[in-house]
């Protein structure tokens, strides 16, 4: 049978799918139609394309339609005893047709929100994803009744009833389960483990599909799923310390998967909050309403930063498929989706738009060379390819630093060039010694265990300290142990006030990393000194202990890695410094910026990356500097 022959399409039509009767592995009919959107009445599909192969087909009166194997299942699973109007891309679009093809992406924010259900695919059944299913099931049914941890909560605890309100669902018809659940840690926790390695939840074109949708639904295999019980599985209860199935560095997918979907829920919950008035006093409310500001608003830029690790067949999708979550950066600002033009020059104008943007700051620093991965995008903006980071970063906290002082943030695009911009600011010192190579590449962010912070502290003094010709630290007059201290936390502040927690804690854990076995027997002798050296308590020292494992995020999720200047500055720089890089505080930024000449074209620079230099946080470089005084520089 003739391959099927698309006919055009106008601005405002699409296509459907009627899937005809059929059961088990009969083969697949249907017929595909040309409507008016605005018309049409259809169920819309969320699923992973997975391979760009298409062996499998679906026989139509106007000739064969080829798919992937993905579609072709979901769609042997959807049957029902009467016709089923459908709209999936990988049939409704001419794929083929790269114009149509940027047509419907613009379209497609309305297609998801106009559908009457939209029917997401987590995958086929799996011999342990029923087992999954209902362990997930029983964790939150067994545990919302203490109390919801939400992951996004920074470690507070919702009551029932306002997990329920915020999950829209009714508390009273929620049957709670009363029986045993398995151990933490037994093997049966596993399915779990492996059912949030699904692929749906790393996909990039599901988190607006989700979002957007009306009523969406759930199928794993022919089984399906209500979201918000879904959602309720990733919460710990009560006072349990995280979730009973692993999430660790030998799940690292599945974690992924499981924050990604953490993060589509509460966009979608906190913008249905927002369309009641009872809702958004919800949401304004001082306990627990500052949880969901960062979703709140969906700066582009933001949303872009959170599903970094989220997966996309080609590079430009990433933008694309964020555009329709976005709400300062739309295909009503002008964006144009291009399937034509190369994917740097589609990097290029995004990285242009969100530099001009009020939080143009923010997109610089972000990037640099420590995470790029495509030598045609320029270094100013973030690479969005590649291996995944983590989504946390020190611009997403609600941090003090103001390294350039109360200036603002002065950015002018190159006429001509697409990959050049000027900043305005002042070069403070240059490095003297070169990072230990690391293969030219960004480093994928990974599981931090104890001994990498032990490990790291321990080496980062050494690097820091060895051959120090001074007895105090000359910027802060402070010991030069003490901040070495605050450089490798990335910390600003009065070391034995705001600090004194802190240094308690990063002295043990030196201590712990250094001092030999016979010498560890003699903690208790060691903690009274230190008590007695900051003037401590005990209960001091144990918050600092709980602080220092978050403060210390920053340089592993970055990374960072320290190392002296040339004036006797201690800084964390990303990893690929070299000798020679400069550092700078650039006018609105709030953190210092590491430059590298250019080899290749002369007076420009490359942007290697923000960075932690331990008595420049505070603006104490421009205390005096006028807005004159400020060096014009054009980076690459």
């Known amino acids: ?96 047709d790269d114009e149509e093809k940027g047509s419907q992406v613009m379209l497609m924010p309305e297609i998801y929100s ?3 259900t939209v029917l997401v695919d987590l995958g086929e059944a799996t011999d342990d994803s029923d087992l999954a299913l209902d362990l997930l099931d029983k964790h939150w049914r067994h545990g919302i009744w203490k109390g919801a941890q939400l992951g996004l909560a920074g470690g507070q605890t919702l009551t029932p009833e306002v997990f329920a309100f915020y999950l829209g669902i009714d508390l009273t018809r929620v049957e709670p389960f009363e029986g045993e659940l398995p151990e933490r840690g037994d093997i049966a926790w596993n399915a779990c483990t492996n059912f949030w390695n699904r692929a749906w939840f790393l996909r ?26 879904l959602f309720a599985a990733t919460c710990a209860y009560g006072d349990a310390t995280g979730l009973p199935w692993r999430m660790d560095g030998s799940s690292e997918a599945s974690h992924r998967g499981m924050m990604v979907y953490i993060c589509v829920v509460t966009i979608r919950q906190v913008r249905r909050l927002q369309q009641s008035q009872e809702g958004r006093e919800f949401l304004q409310k001082d306990s627990y309403g500052p949880l969901w500001y960062k979703f709140s608003t969906c700066r582009f830029i933001e949303v872009l930063h959170y599903f970094q690790f989220c997966e996309a067949t080609l590079d430009r999708d990433r933008y694309y498929a964020l555009l329709a979550v976005s709400q300062d950066v739309t295909m009503q600002t002008g964006v144009v989706v291009d399937y034509v033009c190369p994917a740097s020059t589609v990097v290029k104008r995004f990285a242009r738009l969100l530099i001009s943007r009020p939080y143009g700051d923010e997109l610089l620093l972000r990037a640099g ?28 906290s609600n941090n003090t630093f103001k ?48 001994q990498d912070w032990l490990r790291y502290l321990a080496e980062g003094v050494d690097d820091l300290l060895r051959d120090y010709p001074h007895t105090t630290y000359h910027p802060t007059n402070e ?38 076995p016979e010498v560890l027997a003699q903690k208790p002798a060691y903690l009274l000194v230190l008590l007695k050296r900051f003037r401590g308590t005990i209960e001091e020292w144990n918050q600092g202990l709980k602080d220092i494992t978050r403060e210390i995020l920053w340089p592993f999720i970055q990374p960072l890695r320290p190392a002296r200047t040339k004036r006797g500055y201690f800084a964390n720089l990303p990893p690929c410094f070299e000798a020679g890089d400069e550092v700078w505080v650039v006018s609105g930024c709030q953190l210092p910026l590491l430059l590298r000449r250019s080899r290749d074209r002369p007076g420009i620079y490359r942007l290697v990356g923000s960075c932690y230099v331990h008595g420049l946080m505070r603006g104490e470089a421009v205390v005096d500097a006028k807005e004159c005084e400020f060096t014009r520089v054009w980076v690459h």
Request: net charge neutral; with cysteine; aromatic share 8%.
């Open 1 to 96: 049978m003739a391959s099927h022959q698309y006919s055009p399409l106008t601005a405002s039509q699409i296509r459907l799918l009627t899937l005809e009767p059929g059961t088990g592995d009969a083969p697949l009919l249907g017929s595909l139609s040309i409507v008016s959107l605005n018309a049409a009445s259809f169920e819309a599909l969320s699923y992973v394309w997975g391979s760009g192969e298409k062996p499998c087909q679906i026989l139509t009166p106007s000739g064969v339609l080829p798919m992937t194997k993905s579609l072709h299942s979901f769609l042997l699973r959807l049957r029902l005893d009467k016709p089923r109007v459908l709209w999936a891309d990988g049939l409704c679009i001419n794929q083929a």
């Open 114 to 116: 106009k559908a009457n």
């Open 204 to 229: 990039v074109w599901v988190v607006q599909e989700f979002i957007l949708a009306q009523n969406p639904v759930m199928y794993v295999g022919s089984r399906t799923v209500d979201w918000r019980h």
């Open 369 to 396: 060379l420590w995470q790029l991965w495509h030598d045609d995008i320029p270094s100013w903006t973030q690479d969005l390819a590649g291996p995944r980071k983590s989504p946390q970063h020190i611009t997403m």
């Open 403 to 450: 390294a350039c002082g109360d200036t603002a943030f002065v950015v002018d695009l190159h006429p001509r060039l697409d990959d050049i911009i000027s900043i305005r600011g002042k070069m403070i010192d240059v490095l003297v010694t070169s990072h230990k190579p690391n293969n030219g590449r960004p480093q994928e962010a990974g599981q931090i265990t104890l």
């Open 479 to 516: 010991e030069p142990l003490d901040a070495a201290c605050m450089t490798l936390l990335a910390r600003s502040g009065d070391a034995f006030t705001t600090d004194k927690k802190l240094l308690m804690a990063f002295y043990t854990m030196l201590w712990h990393g250094l001092a030999p």
